[in-house]
């Protein structure tokens, strides 16, 4: 069978191998030790013609509820936005898409630039001074300021507030194993970091405090008040942060953070299941020789053009190998330039009406939630998500909303034991009015149900 | 091409334009300072651009147009893979039932997903002849330094806890020795022998009761197939080490030997670069990992089972090394290498590998009269000539590299492996035809004889890019790494 990606044909092939001075293909395997080769062909499915395998695709993309068709109130660290148009057609241009690492500058200023725009741009956001190229993800961003901290301030433990995102506390403690660092979570008080808890936990052996404003609640931590105890403890300051938020929202530079990491998934970049998204990672001037990954700097050609490289690759494994600052190769370039157009559509006004949009519709479903006699968990100010206690089965709700065309909320009971019954609901500013109202009438409903057959 | 500056887009700003189209708020407005104080309301807007939709397009178009991929021209860069990305891909990974759906949904709402993340791992369980995949990491580093969690965790689990060594060969990857830093180890080099390969002897006196694993590339970065794999398996296995595959190079071998088959405890693989996820100018990627069944309790978790009911991630894994990244993987890129896959099927996986090699082994034959050869054997998928000839008439191999910018082609990769003198690795991949590679190498001879005839002209390369040679020394002297808006008084 012939293959369009495959242009050789039997004439070609017949003159290269002559060229080589061999007799077949299969002479230049001989190498390869009979006891290992492989005979045959694999055992998998059999090649599909492009038709056919879109329609196939298709078809199982289709077996999926996707948040166009639905009204999502799902979010717990991944969001549905509001994704500029612009930027898919941005990243589809195959110049961008098809380019490896920008290694050779000449070549690559396309790239080097939309780097330098995007590291702008997250140090804007974030207050900080410098943020590098991108992460894989908000969680193993948060992992690798861990390993940071660690490595600057020689220190052992990490401290981090359960009002951290589950799975990125998941990941900070595998990264932690490998390092053989203590991870130890700081409680939580109505919702947010227990600051008479770090008080009390916070040591000399603490190499940073991580938290994450807004939390995983969607509380807004209180960072002036955090950030005090943390350096006079002689550890870093970890904020984890969703950077559409920063809007609204001091940054975290202002208060003090040495490190900001967190997703710019919400600008721009779908949901995927998950992935791939992208971790972005902002530091002080101090900790700049400190960071992991890609960092792109301005400079000069010999006529005096202005032009970016790759630069303080010191850091890195392709140069330093086991001494490098981390192991990170590949990042999320391709994210980053997504982040940076829907950043740069959003721009100076845009980012702070959607973030100010975020806050406003949740205080509006947090209202409504009220009225209908529902508990919030957690009060106080919130950015785009609300804990609410249903006292039912958080799974049956969701598949009653499945029902109405409304993906629900997060199950706040799978990672918080004493959350049962308790929904993680997000209100971005793709929801309108009419939704958030549906989605209420229909919790409320449920519930009276649900109360009504046990009674 | 013009050598103008493409403006920063900072630097197009005007107040008071915008690029965006939200909603008018159907809600009842609210005090922020009322419902969040003061101190947290921002007061400073950040200082992003405020552009027209048109404004930013020209910018991202202008900036595509100062950019070279694969779409662009040949691309022969070592070690990358960097094949022709299938449109067919990029299509399917945006259908919205693939794009639009999200991580903590209800399982039963994305089975469509599950199926194709539990198909992708048992197509790639057959490629390497593993006993089960991970597809987790979200690239190859990532995948190697969680494999080595994993063997970490095994010799733990067996009471083995003097087992701080991880051994690389000189001609690994830096990803290597900087994964094994990250999960705990120390890293010890063993010596490649006068054919490129790893010295045995040297493995050998390397070895011992505190190895942890062996990290292999093969074919290694020379592009030459460790041949005495079976037997650097045994010195390993022998004294309870582990042996790790960096699949970086599979599109070398698929269908001729299987990691699984060679004694392989670990793999990774990188999707983006043998399945065709593109490389998107630095990522994302995609670094699924393989296990043989003694290692699948500390795979990541969850895993994916399928049941009678259908698909369901498993949590429950007390053995596990916990997560290495939030929720699935790189999802959105294991579509594409799923679809790729699918694509080609089995025979077209095989000749993928066989017109790699011979593709690489065409190009070697006619440069090697031209440029030194270190290591004169039947190359897989690359090989790597050394500059050392055009050295000795003062010309590098970096000049070499930016006098074929000119030319329109992305040079190899340079100066790796480290155990080659002024080296340049050439990966040609499938994809490209006899023709593109023949007006290469006339490009690299025709190069080869300006060295010897009018070297000032590859010295001073390039001459026909947007910006000529950076200085480098100033951009990490002096780092500027972000735009400052000038003050009012500048």
Redesign the interface.
Known sequence: ?K?R????TSQ??K???E????QS?D???????E????K?????????S?SA??K???Q??????????YA?F?G???Y?H?K?I?V???I???????????Y????????L?????F???I???TGM???N??M?????ALAEAG?LAAGQTRRKKILVSRAV?P??R??V???A????IDVVEIPLKDGRTDIDALKEMIDENTATVMVQYPNFFGQ?ENL?EIEPIVHEAGALFTVSSNPLA??????PGKFGADITVGDAQPFGI???????HCGYFAVTQKL?REVPG??????????G?????L????R?????????T??????????A?AAS?A????????????A??N???T??MKQQLKKSGFEIAFDG?HFNEIAVKLGSSV?EL??AL?EKGM?GG?DLGLSYDELQGHMLIAVT?QR???E?DAFVQEIDAFVRETEASHA | MH?D??P???EM?KQG???????E??????D?TE???Q?????E???????S?LD??R??????????????GF?P?GS?T?????K?N?????????????????ES?????M??MY?LQE?LK??T?MDEVTLQP?????G??TG??MI?AFHEANGDFNRTKVIVPDSA???N????????F??VTVKSNEHGLVDLEDLKRVVGDDTAALMLTNPNTLG??E?D??EMASIIHKVGGKLYYDGANLNA??????PG???FDVVHL?L?KTFTG??????????PVGVQADLIPYL?KPILVKTDEGYTFDYDRPES?????????????NVRAY?Y????????????T??A???A??MM??LAPHFDLPYD??CKHEFVLSGRRQKKLGVRTLDM??RL?DFGY??PTIY?PLNVEEGMMIEPT?????ETLDDFIDAMIQIAREVEENPEIVQNA?HT????????T???RK?????QKPTDSE
Request: charged letters at 25%; proline letters at 6%; glycine letters at 8%.
């Open positions: 069978m293959h990606y495959l242009p050789m070609d092939e003159d290269m191998l060229t080589i001075g061999v293909i002479e230049l395997f001989s190498d390869i030790p006891k290992v080769r492989f045959g062909e694999y055992n998998i499915k059999p090649a599909k492009e395998l879109t196939e695709l298709a199982l993309a289709g077996k999926n509820a996707d948040s166009v068709r999502s799902l717990a660290g991944v549905d509001y500029p612009i898919d057609h941005v589809s241009r195959s110049e961008f898409y098809t380019a490896y690492t920008p050779q500058p000449e070549i690559s200023q396309g790239e630039q939309a780097i330098f725009e590291q702008t741009m140090a804007e956001l001074d410098i943020a190229s991108s894989y993800d908000g969680g193993t390993m995102h799975e990125s998941d990941v403690r595998t990264y194993l490998g390092q053989s807004v002036k920063l809007g609204a929202l001091t940054p779908p949901e995927a299941f998950g992935g791939p700049m890609r960092l792109v700097g301005e400079t000069t050609d010999d006529e053009r202005r032009g970016f490289v630069t303080l690759q010191a890195e494994q392709h140069i330093r190998r086991d001494k490098a981390s192991n990170i190769c590949s990042n999320q370039a391709l994210n330039l157009v950043m740069t559509a959003l721009g100076k006004e845009g980012t702070k009406e959607i100010v949009q806050i406003t519709k205080h509006y100010a799974k969701n598949a499945f993906i997060y500013e309108s009015k009419e958030i | 050598k500056n493409q920063l887009i900072f700003t334009r915008v690029g965006y189209s939200l909603p708020l159907d809600v009842p407005e609210v922020l419902l969040l104080g101190e947290l309301v921002r007061e807007f950040a200082e992003l651009p405020e552009v939709e930013i397009m910018h991202y178009t202008a900036l595509s147009k100062r950019n070279h991929g694969v779409d662009s691309y860069l990358c960097m094949k022709y990305n299938p067919i990029e299509s399917v990974a945006r259908y919205s039932g693939f794009a639009n759906i999200h991580p903590l949904q209800e709402t994305v089975q469509g997903a199926e194709l198909d197509h057959e490629i002849g979200a690239a190859g580093a990532h190697e330094w080595l969690m970490r990857h830096g990803t020795p900087a994964s094994a830093t990250v999960a705990g120390e890293t030459l197939f041949e794999i079976l071998v698929m269908s001729k030997a299987r088959d060679m004694g990188n983006h593109p490389h998107g100018g630095g990522g994302p990627g995609s670094g990541p090394i916990g997560r290495v990244k939030p929720f699935y993987g790189n999802f959105g890129i679809t896959i699918r694509t080609m099927g089995p025979d077209g996986l095989k000749k993928v066989e017109y090699v011979l593709n082994n065409y034959r006619r054997r039947h590299a930016k910018l992305h040079p790796f499938e994809t490209e035809s006899k390039p890019t947007v910006i000529n040679r950076l200085d480098e100033k951009a990490a780092p500027v790494l972000r735009y």
